[in-house]
């Protein structure tokens, strides 16, 4: 079953509300009191009407419906794998289910797997698919205030953070060119990895975001200068600026294409996508995220870096480094895209804290 397919009888925008009616109770999904009622549905079923009801939103971007997916396949694995049906699920495997989490990932993916659980065995309850409210179970584990490494073997080390030097980012950068191996379109690729390393450096974005960039994403501003309109988490709109040398590498990789460096604002053709099938085909499918993770992973490799680090990892760089900069708060959550202050302000303790060290070390005090 594809777990982001929508119930057929809802997936339909047409279909009235009196032919939904129908089949909820045709498949005896409304009880008496004409509240939804999934005591006799299927674990197939319920699972169906939890991601259409409560899981997919049209504001979801492809890689949040795909952690969720995700999710969702680490608990029907898990407790297939123990021949327990959902439907079956008490006090005993939701504690078994939470122990295994937690022992088998790192804090912030099994404090999100195990919200996801939360999710579910909650909405069972509403729906009566469970009698007892299982959640009052669940404990999920703590995660480090910050952008701390929480990985199993790091946890006792706080200082490990999940950021890059200036001159880390800049070597992982040379990198992604320099591991381009294909000799067949090889400047276009190298144009490629040197733009996208620039802008998750330069820039911020999240993974999802660079994705998503298209050729009319950019554009000029009053003054000139080129700016690009982002959309972030839950649609919402942004506008970065975009620095001259990454402009500069925008222009060369639109060249190496010869395709135009005009901007045009209504032009939605995706701005990094698979170079080999576009030759072939000439049409221009997006890149994934798995793409772009393998080219970052390979720098990584090839510069001999921490093998830990992500794409991820050079968001935390550019905030931090705006912060360290004297760039405002208020500017650096506007950039990236922080819901709340209090998150960019995370970053803005932990320049504090070396401030402290600095300043007492530069007194002489020891």
């Not at 490494?149 to 890059?164: A, H, V």
């Not at 040379?174 to 820039?203: D, H, P």
Request: hydrophobic fraction near 35%; charged fraction near 25%.
């Amino acid at each position: 079953m594809d777990l982001t397919q929508q119930s057929t009888f809802l997936k339909n925008t047409s279909t009235s509300f009196q032919q939904i009616k129908q089949e909820f109770q045709s498949r005896q999904f409304i009880n008496e009191e004409n509240d939804l009622d999934l005591t006799h549905a299927t674990d197939e079923e319920f699972v169906e009407l939890f991601f259409s009801l409560k899981v997919l939103r049209k504001s979801l971007s492809p890689h949040t419906i795909r952690s969720y997916n995700q999710d969702m396949r680490t608990i029907l694995t898990f407790f297939y794998e123990q021949k327990i049906p959902l439907k079956e699920i008490g006090f005993m495997e939701v504690k078994l289910f939470n122990k295994v989490m937690t022992e088998k990932y790192a804090n912030r993916s099994a404090a999100r797997k195990l919200e996801f659980f939360k999710r579910l065995l909650e909405f069972g309850h509403q729906t009566h698919f469970y009698a007892t409210l299982y959640t009052t179970w669940i404990e999920k584990p703590t995660i480090a205030k910050g952008h701390y490494s929480d990985k199993k073997e790091e946890q006792k080390n706080r200082t490990e953070f999940r950021e890059l030097s200036e001159r880390e980012a800049k070597v992982i950068v040379q990198g992604l060119e320099r591991v381009v191996r294909s000799t067949k379109y090889q400047r276009q690729y190298q144009m490629r990895n040197r733009l996208i390393g620039q802008l998750l450096y330069l820039s911020g974005l999240r993974s999802s975001e660079l994705l998503s960039l298209n050729w009319g994403s950019f554009r000029e501003d009053r003054r000139g200068n080129v700016i690009a309109d982002v959309i972030g988490k839950g649609k919402k709109e942004r506008t970065i600026p975009i620095f001259q040398e990454v402009k500069e590498s925008l222009m060369d990789y639109r060249q190496s294409f010869d395709e135009s460096t005009t901007f045009h604002p209504f032009d939605t053709t995706p701005l990094f996508y698979r170079i080999k099938d576009y030759y072939r085909t000439g049409q221009k499918e997006r890149l994934s995220y798995t793409t772009l993770y393998r080219a970052v992973k390979s720098a990584v490799y090839y510069v001999q870096a921490n093998p830990s680090i992500s794409p991820h990892w050079f968001r935390h760089s550019f905030i931090t480094n705006s912060l360290a900069n004297d760039v405002p708060l208020a500017v650096v959550k506007q950039v990236v895209g922080h819901s709340s202050i209090a998150t960019t302000n995370v970053y803005l303790e932990k320049l504090q804290e070396e401030s402290v060290y600095d300043a007492f070390k530069q007194s002489g005090y020891r």
